[in-house]
């Protein structure tokens, strides 16, 4: 369990912070940075919970408490003994929901603008957020081997599942903003 008894530290004053090793690196590290998008990812979803329905806030409610498990397993070189890792078991449960939400959409014949109803746009908003994630991941996983690939996956699977229920909210994709390529080109 986690103690916080006091919120500063003064430790990161001069541009570093720790890992969960203890390991001192520069704020602006690119593992720090990851796990700080994923962070941001988590915060838009709280601003999209406010806006969904009983059945998915709880979904994202999980999908939340993850992604604190997906930063914690960042802040830890793999190679380093830590209990909390990112499970294909994790992967595993935002495919089902992902195929259970999709199940009931009919297929895409346009791209779709991020919008439609508020919680459409908050998730739209946390998908693109996730997408940062996963490419700084992927920069992250070639630099340095020490990356759980469990944590890659899961951002992939969750980009995914964000965009099908930014469709499901839109009432099931018939409310979803379709882009019209060349619309506004003529005079």
């Not at 802040?75 to 449960?93: G, K």
């Amino acid at each position: 369990m986690v103690r916080l008894t006091k919120i500063y530290t003064r430790g990161g004053d001069k541009g570093e912070t720790s890992l969960s090793d203890g390991t001192r690196v520069a704020k602006d590290d690119l593992r720090v940075e990851t796990y700080g998008t994923v962070d941001e990812c988590s915060s838009a979803l709280g601003i999209a919970r406010l806006h969904a329905d009983p059945a998915l806030e709880a979904v994202l409610a999980r999908i939340q408490n993850d992604l604190f498990d997906l930063g914690a397993d960042l802040a830890c070189p793999v190679d380093q003994p830590w209990t909390l890792r990112v499970t294909q078991a994790q992967v595993d449960w935002l495919e089902a929901t992902l195929d259970g939400m999709n199940d009931h959409l009919k297929p895409l014949d346009s791209f779709i603008l991020p919008g439609g109803t508020p919680c459409a746009a908050y998730l739209h908003l946390a998908r693109t957020i996730a997408r940062r994630a996963e490419r700084q991941c992927v920069t992250l996983m070639r630099d340095d081997a020490n990356v759980n690939s469990a944590v890659l996956r899961y951002l992939n699977r969750l980009s995914d599942l964000l965009f099908v229920a930014a469709r499901w909210v839109n009432d099931k994709g018939t409310a979803d903003i379709l882009w019209v390529p060349g619309q506004n080109r003529a005079g």
